[in-house]
């Protein structure tokens, strides 16, 4: 063999050495176009990086065959399979707008495939769609054809093996150099790790490594500062933050009493009178008990490093009434207007008003009922509800009230079994089981899509008013995308209300979907006044998460019709996620309104309500808070992402936006912040992979 051959057969061999790495890069690149933007970032390095690792796997597994041709068929069908999680998370971000982890995609795919089967086929068959699928599929066909041009994939000897795995190593060795080097993405890549941030940091095929990883690995690591960081946040909030004076309601408890001290964080007297000694929600939990497993005793030890909070003037207020519990599909503060909503805007502006209020958006519409149900962070993503509620002893309404002798049920106006429902909503306490499309709602329902919320309002309100007190949920559905009236009912039922408000047609659209919530709602309260129950009757109501199907083909930042929606540019995931939360009674209407004006978040729903029905709970085994203790305001996302009365971080970039003079931000606060969200979310798993409710609640039932 001349020298210009052996040239030629080192050329074709880095040529072959090189397809994996390159199509990966290309993969990767495609991804970010489709979802998040922003190819040329400084992370883009690691991507590159880990590209060559996982490209030396696919190299070393088709240069098994002595046989080149053979090693060219599967290298070509290892590359389009390699394709195939590129294709489904970014159709998934096309419908969400965020990325599912591996658990969320299985547990949701017959679901979405069965109940959406109209919506998929239109998005995956879209010039967008077949784009894509093209894309993808081009690498894998190219090589099957030509792939003999760059150069065959030979049976590779020891010594070539030998060296590939020592590049192999090489290029990840300089990966983890340059993740260590950034704080932020050293963080995401080891404890603080969430599958949507590390998607876009690293690339796709890393940030499912990551995922399978983590849950292989699993076990509950908690930091200690934790504690500390929390009573210090509360100390340190300025006076110009705290709550106006308010006056308070007057309640039937041993906890009423007649002057407010404070709607939100730590009381402010209207009065220098010493604050009434309310006691704790606290129960006397075995947080010592050498039994259980090491997990276990862990989250012993976390709760027992917590202050419970305060009871409060609020204590009791709602004791003994009825509630009625509704996660809204979709829905945003936005489509509230007292000329449009009348009903809404009565709710939203004559209870309780949460000026600044969060629903984070962790895995989609079942995400949002686990954060409103159990008061927990959806950590395991779509699987999070059904292994909650394969749990013997849950902490959540429908079981406590239960406990009180409620009368109480579940319902939805879809299909009964869509996300589990079936096996999920009959384990949530609730005396009557769960009704939805198929096991009792199509009595109520017409089958449409999406269904009437007004219709499963006036069906089903004959079915309880009459048994109380009584506790009841609703799912609904009305308020889903996409919003056309072509194939959405409910827009095109709406659309003349609409068509002349200030929006873009699908915004339109939206707010007319949202207008078949606003006759539910009207009903429900018509009834219960001539029922002349409303003052004993509680609504509360939030979103499941954003409105994401506005913008169905559009990039993270780039959503134009929901910032046209908001009223200004969404360009980060707080923004995206800033939402509403109706607390009402027939009982505060004749009050001046109680304004919270602190952050909140939907994990702050289930113990705000259990102290106000008076419930016996403890506020420790809960990572939000009573919004009228003394606990600091503090919401947090799965991303990492918090805000408090000092000021927002953002874990993305690393960066600390404070609301106050940077004077009175206390040194270490946001190191401290970081790792109270750490902690919470590490408590959020452990509850649900421990059972650990059943295990330091069953004393206790």
């Known amino acids: 063999m001349n020298e210009k051959q052996k040239r030629q057969g080192r050329g074709r061999s880095v040529g072959a050495a090189l397809v994996f790495p390159v199509v990966l890069l290309y993969y990767e690149i495609i991804f970010r176009l489709f979802t998040v933007g922003g190819v040329l970032r400084p992370d883009g390095l690691i991507t590159l990086g880990f590209c060559f690792v996982y490209g030396g796997v696919g190299y070393l597994l088709c240069t098994i065959s002595r046989r080149p041709k053979r090693n060219r068929v599967l290298a070509a069908v290892l590359l389009a399979l390699t394709a195939v999680p590129y294709v489904v998370e970014i159709f998934v971000y096309q419908a969400f707008k965020i990325f599912y982890n591996v658990n969320t995609v299985l547990n949701g795919a017959n679901d979405v495939a069965t109940g959406f ?204 009434k009825n509630l009625i519990l509704i996660t809204a599909e979709a829905f945003a503060k936005e489509v509230i207007d007292p000329d449009l909503t009348p009903t809404l805007y009565r709710l939203a502006t004559r209870g309780v008003r949460f000026t600044d209020y969060y629903q984070p958006a962790s895995a989609g519409t079942t995400g949002g009922e686990y954060q409103h149900i159990f008061g927990l962070m959806a950590t395991d993503g779509g699987t999070s509800f059904p292994r909650m509620a394969d749990n013997a002893v849950k902490l959540n309404m429908g079981f406590k009230l239960n406990e009180l002798g409620y009368y109480g049920k579940a319902f939805h106006n879809n299909t009964y079994t869509y996300y589990d429902r079936d096996e999920t909503h009959t384990t949530l306490g609730y005396s009557d089981g769960f009704m939805g499309m198929g096991n009792g709602m199509e009595q109520y329902v017409q089958e449409v899509w999406p269904e009437s919320d007004y219709e499963m309002f006036a069906g089903t309100l004959p079915t309880y008013i009459d048994r109380q007190p009584f506790d009841v949920y609703y799912m609904t559905v009305s308020g889903h995308n996409g919003y056309d009236v072509n194939g959405n009912a409910m827009s095109a039922k709406h659309r003349d209300q609409v068509k002349d408000l200030p929006y873009s047609e699908t915004v339109q659209n939206y707010i007319g979907a949202n207008l078949e919530l606003e006759d539910a709602l009207t009903y429900l309260v018509e009834q219960l006044e001539l029922k002349g129950i409303a003052d004993d009757t509680v609504i509360c109501l939030t979103a499941d998460h954003f409105p994401y199907g506005l913008d169905e083909d559009a990039d993270q930042g780039e959503m134009e019709n929901l910032s046209e929606l908001y009223g200004y540019d969404v360009e980060t995931i707080l923004q995206r996620d800033h939402s509403c939360w109706i607390l009402w009674s027939g009982c505060l209407e004749d009050r001046e309104p109680i304004t919270v004006d602190a952050p909140t978040f939907s994990l702050d729903i289930l113990p705000t309500l259990l102290n106000l029905f008076g419930v016996r709970f403890d506020s420790r085994l809960l990572p939000g808070r009573d919004v009228f203790s003394d606990a600091p305001a503090f919401i947090f996302d799965a991303y990492y992402d918090w805000k408090t009365e000092l000021g927002t971080y953002y874990a993305s970039r690393d960066a600390f936006e404070p609301a106050v003079d940077e004077g009175e931000v206390p040194a270490g606060y946001v190191a401290e912040m970081n790792a109270v969200v750490g902690n919470k979310l590490s408590f959020c798993q452990g509850v649900l992979d421990t059972d650990y409710y059943t295990y330091i609640l069953s004393a206790h039932q």
């Not at 699928?133 to 792939?147: A, N, Q």
């Not at 890549?189 to 998607?199: E, N, T």
């Open 117 to 320: 089967a109209g919506q998929v086929f239109k998005m995956v068959f879209s010039v967008r769609g077949i784009g894509c699928i093209l894309l993808y599929l081009l690498p894998g066909v190219l090589y099957g054809r030509f792939g003999g041009l760059l150069g065959d994939m030979r049976a590779l000897s020891g010594r070539a093996r030998a060296m590939t795995l020592a590049r192999m190593a090489a290029f990840y060795l300089i990966c983890l150099l340059g993740i260590r080097l950034s704080p932020a993405m050293s963080q995401t890549y080891g404890d603080r790790y969430s599958f949507q941030p590390a998607v876009e940091r690293f690339g796709m095929l890393t940030g499912l490594r990551l995922d399978i990883q983590n849950n292989m690995t699993g076990g509950v690591r908690f930091t200690d500062t934790a504690a500390p960081a929390a009573r210090t946040a509360a100390a340190e909030v300025p006076e110009e933050t705290k709550a106006p004076e308010t006056e308070a309601p007057e309640t039937e408890t041993e906890n009423a009493v007649s002057e407010s001290e404070s709607t939100e964080g730590a009381a402010v007297a209207a009065e220098p009178t010493a604050e009434p000694d309310y006691g704790y929600n606290e129960m006397d939990l075995a947080l010592d008990t050498p039994y259980g497993g090491d997990d276990q005793r862990r989250l012993n030890a976390y709760v027992a490093s917590l202050t419970p909070s305060k009871k409060n003037a609020y204590t009791g207020l709602f004791a003994g």
